[in-house]
């Protein structure tokens, strides 16, 4: 059995692995090491922890019989699952975590006495408090990232669901919450703590499902944020330093990243995080009334003729992208215009695609290089300089009415400037528009070709022509 010190220090070291795993998953070229830094980091918290119990009963062997069931299961997973599903996948992964805190709040309620908080009906105040919030929230980020999975999935509409006094039941529902923790801590009436959860798994749908497809990649790194605070509010219960750190890293962490995608979608972070509250309700999709405005249609030979004879390409890439898996294609068509020459980039929004980074992953696995990869700020001027924009399945992160509707719901969003490329090639299935419900105006250009094809298809097609 490890004492209790050599357990503190071995959590901080593994809380420190912890940090370097976040520094390093800040940058592409350091996300591998970021990777190895968490892995191990995990390992050793979890190794530690269980050389802690000192008893190697029957249920010690339970745990360890879970533990490889359980690793086996995420194994399959990670090794099956294409890249193209890894949003749905993070989203999955943090109801898990969600449920794990409701599950040890629990079972910490239930048994206090194994986890030294005193005795059921007498338990410690702040240990009370601590499994509340840590269940409250744990439940919040179950069913809501649920929802954002069968959203994601496609199993759930991804437009907004709401009704009239929404915000307001929110708003009740949370006041409650509260309410019922005060009460709890003053009665200790188990009732009480079964009705914080059951409410609280109610707050989880209601808070998700107002949220439209076109902010998921906010839901999902504010989910991230919501199952670490889980964490880190049962680890205060359990009193277990590495929860606690990795917790209020994942939680911190994760709220900076919502604000940022927030502010690259130019959506109010409580807006988001609150379930849309004081959002505008208007009817964005203009299907019916769209006016039929007339479009340049090109195919493979075309646009194989305009790249092949300019002098710097830049490739903007969407989740069309990730839905036909073009990626491989996509580096095919590179490297065959390299060979010609041509000087091309990749120009990445930070909300492209259905969670952070969605687009650096689909590349990296194409072994794009990294140094050719460039984010809005860094590549936006260069639009201007360039012979050809090839946008492959990005909609609304290259709409230019972003910068002159002020009615549109996207109205002040910071896109990509493709519309000042002297050719613009646009591969899409179709006129439909993106998450948003809006028309892209960037279709009915000048310099605008439209490639209706599915996106792995045509730039196979054009890799031949090339």
């Not at 059921?120 to 509340?132: R, T």
């Not at 744990?138 to 929404?166: C, D, N, V």
């Not at 889980?230 to 009193?239: V, W």
């Not at 896109?415 to 299935?429: C, I």
């Amino acid at each position: 059995m490890i004492s209790v010190n050599l357990l503190a220090v071995f959590y901080l070291i593994s809380g420190v692995l912890f940090i370097l795993a976040l520094r390093g998953l800040s940058s592409p070229e350091t996300s591998r090491k970021g990777n190895f830094y968490g892995i191990i980091g995990m390992a050793l918290a979890i190794g530690v922890t269980i050389l802690s119990v000192g008893n190697f009963s029957l249920g010690f062997i339970y745990l360890l019989i879970f533990l490889a069931i359980g690793g086996s299961i995420g194994a399959f997973i990670a090794f099956k699952i294409p890249m193209t599903a890894m949003p749905e996948l993070v989203a999955g992964f943090h109801s898990l975590v969600g449920l794990a805190a409701v599950f040890v709040a629990i079972s910490a309620f239930i048994n206090p006495g194994v986890f030294n908080l005193g005795m059921p009906g007498d338990i410690k105040i702040a240990s009370l408090v601590e499994m509340s919030l840590g269940a409250a929230i744990g439940s919040i980020t179950f069913t809501g990232s649920i929802i954002a999975f069968l959203k994601l999935r496609g199993i759930m509409s991804g437009s907004p669901i709401t009704f009239s006094g929404q915000h307001y039941l929110n708003l009740a529902l949370g006041i409650t919450i509260l309410l019922l923790i005060f009460y709890l801590c003053k009665t200790q009436l188990s009732l009480s703590f079964w009705i914080i959860i059951i409410i609280s798994l109610l707050v989880g749908v209601l808070l998700i499902i107002p949220i439209g497809g076109a902010d998921m990649p906010v839901v999902i790194s504010m989910l991230n944020s919501y199952s670490g605070w889980a964490a880190a509010g049962i680890g205060f219960t359990l009193e277990n330093t590495a929860l606690i750190i990795t917790g209020a890293l994942v939680g911190s962490s994760g709220a900076i990243l919502s604000y940022i995608m927030c502010k690259g979608m130019n959506r109010s972070f409580f807006n988001v995080i609150l379930g849309g509250w004081g959002s505008n309700e208007q009817e964005t999709s203009s299907s019916s009334a769209k006016e039929q405005k007339p479009v340049k249609n090109g195919n493979a030979d075309d646009a194989a003729f305009l790249m092949k004879n300019a002098s710097s390409v830049i490739i903007v890439p969407g989740y069309g992208m990730a839905v036909a898996q073009a990626q491989h294609a996509l580096r095919e068509m590179v490297d065959a215009l390299k060979k010609n020459g041509v000087k091309v980039s990749y120009a990445i929004h930070p909300v492209a695609g259905r969670m952070p980074g969605h687009m650096n992953v689909l590349l990296a696995e194409a072994n794009v290089p990294y140094d050719e990869v460039f984010e809005l700020e860094e590549i936006n001027n260069d639009f201007a300089n360039c012979d050809v924009a090839y946008v492959i399945g990005a909609n609304d992160v290259t709409n230019p009415v972003a910068k002159t509707d002020p009615q549109s719901p996207i109205y002040g969003m910071p896109v990509l400037d493709v519309e000042k490329s002297k050719s613009v090639l646009f591969v899409k299935r179709s006129l439909s528009p993106g998450y948003a419900g809006i028309d892209n105006d960037l279709f009915y250009r000048d310099n605008t070709l439209m490639l209706f094809a599915d996106a792995k298809k045509m730039t196979e097609e054009i890799v031949k022509s090339l």
